[in-house]
C-alpha cells in the first residue's frame, strides 16, 4: 500500500468515527432537550386562595404553575381563561389542582342552585324545613355541622291533650342553610330554613313530624357522633320531677306493716270514740314515651 493510500484509509475512518460522535453526541443533547422539557411541563391551573362550594370562578383566583407531563392529572386546565365563569361543586383550598371534575358542567353553569344535587351522598336525600331563628340556633348553623331534631307535638290519644318533647333524629348533617319567603297574615315575611342531609326513611319521619308539631335543632359539637338515649319530657315531668319521684311516692303510698300490741279498753274506748280520720284518694299518672301508668294511693 502506496503513502498515498494509507493516507485515504486514514482519512475514511476518521470520517467514519466523527460521523459516529457526532450522531452519538447529537443523540444525546436530544435526549438532554426532551429531558429538560418534559421537567419543565406544562401549565397548570390551579387555585390561588380557598375557594367555597358554589363559587363562581374568577381568573383573579386562581394561577398556574409548572408540572411535568407525567404527573398532569386528568381533566386539568392549561390556560386560566377555560375556567373563568365556571362553578366549583367542591370546596377548593389554596394550592389544589381545579379539574374538570370539580367544576360544574358548563351547560349548568349560570344555576348555583343546581350545587345541592352534587353534595347530595348516594343513597341520600336533601330535606329542607323552615325554622325560627330560635329553632336554627340563632344563626350559627352552617353547611357541615351536625345537628340533633327534637320534636314538640301533641301526645296522641291522649284525654287531657298534654304534649311532648322528644329528639327523634340525631347526627344529622347540615348540607345548607338558607331562607324562604312566606305568606303571613296576608304579608311576606323571611322565614330561615335548614337543608339536611337524611336517608329515605328519616326524610319520611322528618316531614312528617314538621307537619304534626314544630322542630327545634340542637348543634353537636363537631368531634361529638355518639347516639344518646332520650325518652322524651311532658310538662307535667318538668313541673314536678315525677320521673324521679315516682319511686318514693309508690313506696310512701305502699301499706305499711305493723307489730301487734296488746291495747287496754281505755285505749280501745278512746279509738271508738275518736272520729276517723278523713281520707283523700290521689291517682299519679307516669307516661313514658307512649307508655301511661297510672297508681292510686291514700293520703290521711
Known sequence: MTRSQSILVVTIVALIFASLASWGVWKFMAAESRKTISLQGEKLVVA?????????????????????KESFP???????????????IKHLSAGDQITDQKLMPKEGATATSGVMSYLVPKGHRAVTVGVNEVAGVAGFLAPNNRVDVVLTTPIPNDSKGETITKIVLQNVPVLATGQITEQKDGKPVVVPTVTLDLTPEDSEKLVHAAHKGSLQLLLRNVIDTAEVEGKGTTISMVLTGMESRTAAVVAKSAPVKRTAKMVTASTEKRAAAAPAPATRAHKLTVIDGSVRKTTEFVLQ
Open 48 to 68: 390561588s386562595a380557598d375557594i367555597p362550594i358554589g363559587s363562581k370562578l374568577d381568573i383573579s383566583q386562581v394561577k398556574t404553575i409548572s408540572m411535568p
Open 74 to 88: 386528568k381533566g386539568g386546565f392549561t390556560d386560566p381563561a377555560a375556567v373563568a365563569g365556571r362553578v366549583v
